[in-house]
């Protein structure tokens, strides 16, 4: 089901493309990109930034160099913030105060949705009609404040879910939150009111029309890339480990990531302390990093994971790390024997790309996107459930066959090269002007049937 929405949405995104490119109206200048809830300039790994951050800032650059300006709006979360910060040539990011600056919990932000978008009808004021061609919205929250500002200036609605209330309640982990209803309704209303809808798979294609009756003809595929500059196989393993201070023999397997329930840090911990069990002379070259900070519900206890840690007794190899810079990202990649990736949901699973890239093979989760972005049994391992004895069985693999992280993380760097930025903002442009075109031509029929009846 979700292989044909994906072809009827992309030969019908094709055919408005080639009219709109035959001229029937203009090319996308420029886009208001909206992201209320998390700043594409915070550090990924902390708080609620995380892969999207990432998604933002790179889509928009790769944007950029199509000619295609973009400004995002964002939520000023201190007040000695500037108003706008170029980060690239045609990439500015607005600055919007709605709300208290610090102390603001994502869940409240729908209290802050009009005085944001009063903050983004301000900056449109400033500009002659016709500013902005399109405006692209990432996540629900902003979806709402995508909806009326679309409809004010007369352009198209082009919105990113990243992830879904009705999935992500579908798999829980212990103990965590459901999403609340108003977050289901709000979805829905954004979903009805996009014109366009990009999904980040065929799967997330498939749960858009099954649990939000998204027309699939507006549902178009864009798979997220990855900075293929920097993540990269070079300068290896041995060098990174070096930078890093990590013992050069050791068996490393790596969670990078949020540290709360949906990412499922503790998955990894209990299969340490399972494989530690079985073997306890491994203890001896066994280095286990999490980098990442408390985010979403694991803000509520945050020391958490140290305390699982503690009870079962493997404090000696699991070492916490704070979250680092893409660059530094890069090398605990490299450095790592095989990233492991547990999560409830994923929408994409944007890190197992980073780290392939980077000549490193992951143990994933079979859920979401991850399917698509790890090819089980090639650039590493999908499992089935989260059952940290399965998770076990499949690091002891890497820990029986030292060579099989060589062959993996090969084929991992060559499979990643299909994921570049280029690609998936050259699909995100022709999205644009699908989009673009139909909504012009939906105004045109609007404007002569009106003129047909006075």
Sequence with gaps: MTQYISRLGARRAAATHKRWTMGVGRRVRRVAMLSVHTSPLHQPGTGDAGGMNVYIVELARRLAERDIEVEIFTRATTGSLPCTVEIAPGVLVRHVDAGPYEGLAKEELPGQLCAFTHGVMQAWA??????????????WLSGHVGWLAAERWGVPLVHAMHTMAKVKNASLAQGDCPEPAARVIGETQVVAAADRLIANTDEEAGDLVRHYDAPADKVAVVHPGVNLDRFRPEPGRAAARARLGLPQDAVIPLFAGRIQPLKAPDVLVEAVAVLLEQEPALRERLVVPVVGGPSGTG???PEALHKLAARLGVCDVIRFHPPVDQDRLADWYRAATVLVMPSYSESFGLVAIEAQACGTP???ASVGGLPVAV???VTGFLVDGHDPRDYAAVLRRFVD????GDRLGAAAARHARAFGW???????????????????????????GHGSHG
């Excluded at 400033?126 to 996540?139: C, E, F, I, K």
């Excluded at 280029?422 to 002569?448: M, N």
């Design 401 to 404: 066959h030292a060579e099989l």
């Design 362 to 364: 992951v143990i994933a």
């Design 299 to 301: 803000l509520a206890r």
């Design 126 to 139: 400033h500009h002659r009609p016709g500013h902005y061609d399109l405006v692209h919205s990432h996540y």
């Design 422 to 448: 280029d690609t998936a903002a050259a699909d995100t442009a022709e999205v644009y002007g699908a989009a673009l075109s139909e909504h012009r031509e939906q105004r045109r029929h609007l404007r002569s």
């Design 375 to 377: 090819r089980d049994g």
